[in-house]
């Protein structure tokens, strides 16, 4: 079965702050990615996906992640967060059937 | 916008009761998914239907679970009798039907056994 690895489970950081949070995933054959944002208080909503073509994929908001295949890595960034980019953040990945597996998520509070 | 809907959002049941939570997919949507989220965890697929019928459900727990989908349109999940360890958000979701499209969640139910 598809394994999803977060590698923060907290994130605290500064307005104006970078951020960068990692997603590994096991399964070395062709996938589809994801990355979900939770607010507080709000349901789960895509914040963006890729499936194939340019690695970088761009998403709402200002994020970005990008796809290393030979690192079986997602990674998801933003240059500058914003006090309302406070959310708890899941990778997801499926492979080819519907069935994602999410990661354990990343909560990230950014502090004004 | 169109959204998933799911009731009731919070319910609290004691041991060895029964319990039902209800999903109402969005209009067109052919796959449904229920997910439980234990805190500090990801969602967990329970069972994905696609039109009425179950396409995976290899993590439903069917001894004490159940979950129907009967036209193919709103789904109804549920638990008989529920345990200590039910207590979790209960997540539906749902998609047109490709691997690659989105899946759009509902707000949950917060499920509290004790």
């Known amino acids: 079965a598809q394994s999803v690895s977060q590698h923060n489970h907290h994130v605290i950081l500064s307005e104006a702050a970078s951020l960068e949070l990692g997603c590994n995933y096991s399964y070395g054959g062709t996938v589809n990615l994801f990355w979900y944002v939770q607010y507080p208080g709000q349901h789960l909503q895509l914040l963006l996906k890729y499936f194939s073509g340019d690695p970088l994929v761009k998403g709402i908001k200002g994020f970005e992640a990008e796809f290393i295949k030979s690192k079986f890595s997602f990674n998801l960034r933003k240059p500058s967060v914003q006090w309302s980019d406070t959310a708890e953040y899941f990778c997801a990945v499926n492979q080819g059937d519907y069935k994602l597996s999410f990661g354990a998520g990343t909560t990230v509070t950014v502090r004004a | 916008e169109a959204e998933v809907a799911q009731s009731p959002r919070y319910k609290i049941t004691e041991k060895s009761q029964a319990v039902a939570f209800w999903c109402d997919p969005i209009?067109?949507?052919?796959?449904l998914y229920w997910y439980r989220q234990i805190l500090g965890q990801g969602p967990e697929l329970l069972v994905q239907f696609q039109d009425e019928s179950v396409v995976d459900d290899s993590q439903l727990p069917k001894d004490r679970f159940s979950a129907e989908r009967l036209k193919g349109v709103d789904s109804t999940l549920k638990i008989q009798p529920a345990e200590l360890g039910d207590s979790a958000m209960y997540l539906c979701a749902s998609s047109l039907g490709n691997t690659r499209d989105t899946q759009y969640f509902g707000p949950g139910t917060r499920l509290t056994v004790l």
């Open positions: 209009s067109g949507h052919a796959t």
